[in-house]
């Protein structure tokens, strides 16, 4: 099995690229987002790759990280997603985006995907929650605080995670105390309650 490919760039299509490993050309199916990143013919590159093995094809999927390789296999066990549609979702979303559309269980973002009807989007956010913290090395909590912050009017989430950072709490403490708070205090709440009842998240 192929897990990683280094090489010179030979040439690209649509939504793959042929790299040149010595004198052997591989032809690789990347996200659009991947693609974009790549350098230019002749320039050499490096890809995580995710070897597809089926009766009638061996395809190779590229990635640019390990985190966006290990997203396209999990989404490969959900029901009614193959390549096609995993790759399109990785091409509308990256895995950090896709970290907090499954943190905030926001189908609707998934759902921007194409060939990805509401029925697979639910399915896809219940059913990788529980996978998170191994695919992202994150909290879920910071990733729904990071979406948050994203989000127009989420000033009062940034700055209570600011603030408790300030305090000398991680990052990551301070998105998961203040993610709790918002449960908690409800996602319109002044960041003078958010601090409070993120401090007595912490306090625990």
């Known amino acids: 099995m192929i897990g990683k490919l280094k090489g010179v760039v030979d040439s690209y299509g649509?939504?793959?690229i042929i790299i040149d490993v010595g004198g052997v050309g591989y032809q690789v199916s990347c996200?659009?987002?991947t693609l974009?990143?790549?350098p230019g013919?002749?320039?050499?590159?490096?890809l995580a790759i995710e070897t597809y093995v089926r009766e009638d094809q061996i395809r190779l999927f590229g990635f640019a990280s390990d985190s966006e390789r290990d997203w396209f296999r999990q989404l490969l066990t959900i029901q009614g997603v193959g390549t096609r549609v995993a790759l399109a979702i990785l091409s509308t979303l990256r895995p950090s985006e896709l970290m907090n559309a499954v943190s905030l269980q926001d189908k609707?973002?998934?759902?921007?995907?194409?060939?990805?009807g509401p029925k697979v989007a639910q399915r896809i956010v219940t059913e990788l929650k529980d996978k998170m913290p191994a695919l992202t090395g994150f909290d879920?909590?910071?990733g729904a605080v990071q979406a948050s912050v994203e989000a127009a009017g989420a000033s009062p989430v940034s700055e209570a995670v600011s603030a408790l950072v300030n305090l000398g709490y991680a990052q990551s403490q301070a998105g998961m105390a203040v993610a709790n708070a918002m449960k908690a205090e409800g996602e319109e709440a002044p960041v003078e309650r958010l601090i409070r009842q993120a401090l007595k998240e912490l306090a625990r």
């Open 14 to 16: 649509e939504d793959w």
């Open 31 to 33: 996200s659009s987002h």
């Open 140 to 142: 879920i909590g910071l």
């Open 36 to 38: 974009s990143g790549l």
């Open 41 to 46: 013919s002749g320039e050499a590159v490096s």
């Open 108 to 116: 609707a973002m998934v759902s921007r995907a194409p060939g990805v």
